[in-house]
């Protein structure tokens, strides 16, 4: 029903920024709104941001708060996550989703994934 789409992904080194997208296509009337998680190799699947399509009240890990700053627009279907300051630990890929709940989007049982997009940083 809905399809999303990451991209912005690369190498950076430490320090760097990098902008992430995520567009949203299909029947995306039914969501409340988008979020990010972040997997690493070895390590739990990890929330970063969410964001609402009505009012943007956004909420962010302790790990990125501070560093990274989630964002929407509603015409073009597509959230967008701002890295700024980025640290080697931030490595991981970088997965957007979306569902009709927000509680649902925020603790990572959202009914709809993207394929992922690679955020690498170098020291």
């Known amino acids: 029903q809905v399809q999303l789409v990451e991209s912005g992904g690369g190498l950076v080194q430490a320090g760097g920024s990098l902008r992430l997208s995520c567009a949203a296509s299909?029947?995306?009337?039914?969501?409340?709104?988008m979020g990010w998680f972040r997997q690493a190799p070895g390590k739990e699947r990890e929330f970063v941001a969410v964001?609402?399509?009505?009012?943007?009240?956004?909420n962010y890990g302790d790990s990125v708060k501070g560093r990274f700053t989630i964002s929407r627009d509603s015409a073009k279907n597509t959230v967008y996550l701002q890295m700024n300051s980025l640290k080697p630990e931030d490595t991981a890929v970088y997965y957007c989703?979306?569902?009709?709940?927000?509680?649902?989007?925020?603790?990572?049982?959202?009914?709809?994934w993207g394929q992922g997009t690679q955020v690498t940083v170098s020291s």
């Open positions: 964001i609402s399509w009505s009012g943007g009240s956004t």
């Open positions: 989703n979306a569902d009709s709940l927000m509680s649902r989007i925020v603790l990572g049982y959202a009914d709809y």
């Open positions: 299909g029947r995306t009337a039914s969501s409340s709104g």
